[in-house]
């Protein structure tokens, strides 16, 4: 079975400054990782993902996250915050990107930009 | 880039009424399609996963008598909440899987909310 554990349920950080948020995973395979964002009653938006190879991933709106394996952790980060990444942010795993297996997600971390 | 309409964004409805959501993948065929649901301040919790031209398979716990699935057709799947409840109250997410080129993966709908009074 897989899990993801979201380590910080609300994170409130000044604008302009540097923001981690942080995403640990428990599998016993390869995994597959993922961030995404969601605005106030809006679906949720896929910030990056991480499927294999480099294990620094770019993501979009400046976010980057990198993939652990001895850690089990994919942090997210972003060295200057904007008031407009005020969101929730979900960490998701997946065991097979290509049989249509669903995601596992953790309970999500609310960012809060303060001006 | 992949694109999926989820329709109604907001609903209210009357408790013993029943309510239908669609999910459509505008660029891309969906051969499975993901129904989510979300309470406030929680994450997405699986109800369902549908493949086109299939039955649904649900997840423990979700009566499939109440959260009726059909995925007709590989760019639309529609969830319909029958005999709504108040504590049926919720955010409903669907996600579809495209699996061609640029539309590999998962892609989300922007969400329903339900309110039943």
């Known amino acids: 079975a897989q899990s993801v554990t979201q380590l910080d349920s609300q994170v409130p950080v000044f604008e302009e400054a540097p923001v981690e948020l942080r995403c640990n995973y428990s599998?016993?395979?390869?995994?597959?990782l993922f961030w995404y964002v969601q605005y106030p009653n809006q679906g949720l938006q896929l910030l990056l993902k991480?499927?294999?190879?480099?294990?620094l991933v770019k993501g979009i709106n400046g976010f980057e996250a990198e993939f652990n394996k001895s850690q089990t952790s994919f942090h997210l980060r972003k060295p200057s915050v904007h008031i407009s990444d005020t969101a929730e942010y979900f960490c998701?795993?997946?065991?097979?990107?290509?049989?249509?297996?669903?995601?596992?997600f953790g309970t999500g971390t609310s960012l809060t930009v303060i001006p | 880039g992949a694109v999926v309409s989820q329709h109604p964004s907001r609903v209210i409805c009357k408790s013993g009424t029943s309510v239908k959501i669609e999910c459509r993948s505008l660029d891309f065929q969906a051969t499975t399609m993901f129904w989510y649901r979300q309470f406030p301040k929680q994450s997405l919790m699986l109800m369902a996963t549908s493949n086109e031209g299939s039955k649904a398979t649900y997840e423990q716990g979700v009566e499939k008598d109440k959260f009726l699935i059909n995925h007709a057709s590989l760019t639309l799947s529609t969830l319909t909440v029958t005999s709504a409840h108040p504590e049926d109250s919720s955010f409903y997410i669907c996600?579809?899987?495209?699996?061609?080129?640029?539309?590999?993966?998962?892609?989300f709908g922007s969400g329903t909310r339900l309110t039943v009074v």
């Open positions: 996600s579809a899987r495209g699996v061609t080129g640029a539309n590999y993966g998962y892609t």
């Open positions: 599998s016993s395979v390869s995994v597959y």
């Open positions: 998701a795993v997946s065991d097979s990107w290509n049989t249509g297996n669903q995601f596992y």
């Open positions: 991480y499927l294999s190879g480099s294990t």
